[in-house]
């Protein structure tokens, strides 16, 4: 539904649970996720609030009757989410239900009702393929004026295609994770020959990914018209970089050990159900994109984007705001793009957005940008200066939507270099 078109009922949902109305975990919202708390498995739950409604539990008491209760046994949403929006669907409304009537069986099953803020957060699925995209003109502009030519920053391709290459699944990690600084080969400036050493320009890279939840067979492509069908929901992710290793690595064949080391995503996957309401139009592509490529323009979502700076022992610093609707190319159009050639996705599997820069300074998703390659330091309130991230610099990144009182966030993406 179109926010416009939502019943005066759907727009005053009101929860018997006390959720404030700035809550990233609205009524409105209702993330799943994998977390434990006094025992060590790994349930299945959905965030309202400050608690978490647990789904294994709800199915081990019988609540859940249409469908398989070995779904919530797993650990993981792997095989909740490829049951399909005919099934995922009616069951998160089921769920708001469930919290708006005061007679439901979770309102008379208190234990079903976990603290979210003890509870341990754990990835969310078994991710079994990642890709990451370079889908920001700006950011994408930003960096072909550092390293190329100011006049030509972006390559020919660039407004053709939205640019990707595949990443290393297995050291994606969930937000709290701590981040080891990387070693690898780097060219120091007027060195002749390359020295092996920790990277002296570890970076952040404001990004979101989605999830596919809707497999597509081997050689069958996807539609940009069916693409939204096949996404799941979203997760802010840093996609964190060793820029000095990157620039020595990346020619020809682009990012390798400068990237694989780490990215940190939010615990809690916000459906794209729950984002509807937000959804705007994106920026105008010029030169006109190739058919499989063209859809509506209302494919973008305005969701209000922030990386925050926090120094161990020192105030921290926000040093962006960004926001997801300025993505050159939607999420739509890299589904369409990535399938095209029949390449088949798997649920669980994640698509990152790339570093999401607006036009302004102040909206710059990467440390490279905001200090632009070291020339400009940025002042942190202990009087110290980044450049790059530091060691015990905790980076958190937030995210939300908020329209006529409905707020829909994502909670935080945080890691502490260590």
Known sequence: LEFENLTFAEKTMQSWLNIPSDHDFSIYNLPFGVFSSSSANRNIGVAIGDQILDLTACSDLGLINDIDSNVFQTGRLNEFIALGKSVTVPFREQIQQWLCDTESPVKKNPGLLVDRLTAQMHLPVDIGDYTDFYSSIEHATNVGK???????????????????????????????????????????????????????????????????????????????????????????????????????????LGPFLGKNFASTISPWIVTLEALEPFRTEGPVQE??????????????????????????????????????????????????????????????DMLASGTISGKDESSYGSMLEIAWAGSKPVEMPDGSKRVFINDGDNVIMKGFAVK?????????????VV
């Not at 979502?301 to 997801?324: A, F, G, M, Q, T």
């Not at 006529?404 to 502490?416: A, H, L, M, N, Q």
Request: aromatic share 10%; net charge negative.
């Open 146 to 252: 550092m390293f190329r030519d100011p006049e030509n920053a972006l390559l020919p391709n660039w407004r053709h295609i939205p640019v990707g290459y595949h990443g290393r699944a297995s050291s994606i990690i969930v937000s709290g994770t701590d981040v080891k600084r990387p070693n690898g080969q780097v060219m120091p400036k007027d060195a002749t020959q390359p020295v092996f050493q920790a990277s002296g320009r570890l970076d952040f890279e404001l990004e979101m990914a989605f999830i596919i939840g809707k497999e597509n067979q081997l050689g069958s492509p996807v539609s940009i018209d069916n693409a939204e069908d096949h996404i799941f929901g979203l997760v802010l992710f840093n996609d964190w970089s060793a820029r000095d290793i990157q620039k020595w690595e990346y020619v020809p």
């Open 287 to 348: 030169p006109e994109v190739l058919s499989y490529l063209q859809a509506d323009r209302k494919k973008n979502y305005d969701i209000n984007l922030e990386v925050i700076i926090h120094p161990e022992n020192s105030e921290e610093k926000v040093v962006s705001r960004s926001n997801y609707k300025y993505m050159y190319w939607n999420m739509a159009q890299q589904l369409a793009h990535h399938t095209v050639n029949g390449c088949n996705l798997k649920a669980g």
């Open 404 to 416: 006529d009182g409905v707020r829909v966030g994502f909670g935080t993406c945080e890691g502490k």
